[in-house]
């Protein structure tokens, strides 16, 4: 039976103590039993649940008040629960909508999901499948705000240079990167490969006296050995066969401005003099050419190896070392600044949403395999790991199970995850699938359908497995 009332009619007669996870909940049916169930049970989650009999009265209160979710049945007076829909979307593009449908018109709510809404349930529904579909909508609420928040977190302490990170080591490097924006002395970067040692290199150049003068990054590693003096110092001309016309070198290319040459604890030792020679004298000779070329550069350099040990091998020249390392500083290792995690994935996943358009969220289990797992390629490994996984994951929220392996399969302190030799547990590939099927719903809070889904899989064939498991007892 419809309302007769016009008014909106809120559930809560008497102040409440807002709960931690306060949400503004719309509850739109015209009947009146449903809208008196729904709100009993969106009172016992937490819920500030409000009610509307029609469409019309629904914009009212949509215009008038924010909604976090609206529960709407796509018959009301009159029909249009569809074109309900858009409008609610249109004026409240954040609200989560879950549909409520008879079972006989499952189709209209899958055209509903297509058209902007979180997700449906069928009439007759009980109390347990409400219970689950508005836990599922509270903790996507939960995620949204709390990517957002880091989001925001991520736009406001950004580091030196748009370098990401609050870590205690990183507030310290900031220090460091200003002192040595400001000087002109060489500085020489360590750190482990992927740490970002040429993103710091660039912010001490833009941040200093040199940031309108050319910045030249030279991968000392990548260069052919045969051909890295040539391309520091530049040839003339005839100088070896192939060399028809005369080339500018790196070295003078950045004139006025920073060379950094990145890995320099690759060059090889004969080649070490010649730069050194060129620091000192702060003038080149092209090969092939008697005439010597002054350059006027900043000379930054990093490295991923232990150059003092370099040293004592023989394989670096001392006297470049201490040339090179007139200011040094050291990039902390993501092991080491774990806290900064979330921070980077927030940014990271930012970036790739205003690319794609599609936001994507990690769930709580998945962001906890990621704090646990050491990084050993840094924040370039981080970042190619979410590049992976993004592109990958077909809904918005990236699951455990959605990380590469080494990261997924980081085995628990408290679970058996070695035989006696020490070695990797071997699991059937039927142990695998069962695993990931229950892990599947376990995560989605027993949404089986959605589990189907992003498995890529039908439900009568999850339902099937499903039963098969009950029938082994493991299932209650």
Request: hydrophobic share 40%; with cysteine; aromatic share 6%.
């Amino acid at each position: 039976m419809a309302m007769t009332s016009a008014a909106l009619l809120p559930i809560n007669t008497t102040p409440q103590i807002e709960p931690a996870n306060f949400l503004n909940l719309l509850i739109v049916d015209d009947e009146r039993a449903i809208r008196e169930a729904c709100r009993e049970v969106a009172i016992s989650l937490g819920y500030s649940a409000y009610m509307a009999d029609s469409a019309e009265q629904a914009f009212r209160a949509l215009d008038a008040q924010n909604f976090d979710a609206v529960l709407l049945d796509l018959r009301l007076p009159g029909g249009g629960g569809l074109d309900a829909l858009r409008r609610i979307k249109e004026r409240r593009p954040e609200a989560v909508v879950v549909v409520v449908t008879g079972f006989g018109t499952v189709q209209s709510a899958v055209q509903a999901m297509k058209n902007g809404a979180y997700d449906y349930v069928t009439k007759p529904f009980s109390v347990e499948e409400l219970k689950l579909l508005l836990d599922r909508v509270a903790s996507h609420l939960k995620l949204k705000s709390e990517n957002r928040m880091l989001r925001e977190k991520v736009k406001s302490k950004q580091g030196y240079g748009g370098i990401v990170g609050r870590a205690p080591e990183m507030e310290k490097l900031y220090r460091i990167i200003a002192k040595a924006a400001n000087s002109v002395h060489p500085v020489l970067i360590l750190g482990e490969s992927g740490t970002g040692k040429e993103m710091v290199a660039r912010s001490i150049h833009y941040s200093g006296p040199f940031r309108d003068k050319p910045f030249i990054p030279v991968d000392c590693g990548s260069l052919v050995p045969t051909l890295i003096e040539s391309e520091l110092f530049g040839y003339v001309r005839g100088a070896f066969t192939g060399a028809n016309q005369s080339k500018d070198g790196l070295l003078s290319m950045a004139e006025g401005g920073t060379i950094f040459l990145d890995e320099v604890g690759e060059l090889p030792v004969d080649l070490q003099a010649k730069l050194l020679r060129a620091i000192q004298e702060k003038e080149i000779r092209p090969v092939g050419s008697t005439r010597r070329v002054p350059i006027n550069i900043r000379i930054l350099a990093a490295t991923n190896r232990d150059l003092e040990h370099a040293v004592m091998q023989g394989s670096f020249r001392r006297d470049l070392y201490f040339r090179l390392n007139v200011l040094n500083l050291r990039i902390p290792a993501l092991r080491e600044r774990r806290q900064d995690i979330p921070l980077l994935i927030g940014h990271f996943l930012e970036r790739m949403t205003r690319t794609s358009g599609q936001e994507k969220m990690l769930s709580d289990d998945a962001l906890k395999a990621m704090l646990a797992y050491d990084w050993p390629g840094n924040v370039r490994e981080l970042e190619n790991c979410l590049e992976r996984t993004y592109a990958f994951t077909s809904g918005p929220l990236i699951h455990t199970i959605d990380l590469p392996p080494e990261i997924a399969d980081l085995p628990q302190q408290d679970s058996p995850s070695a035989n006696g030799n020490g070695s990797a547990k071997i699991l059937p590939i039927a142990e695998l699938e069962k695993r990931t099927i229950l892990h599947a719903i376990s995560e989605l809070h027993g949404d089986k359908l959605q589990a189907a889904r992003l498995l890529g899989i039908g439900k009568t064939t999850l339902y099937r497995k499903l039963k098969d498991y009950a029938a082994q007892g493991y299932l209650s």
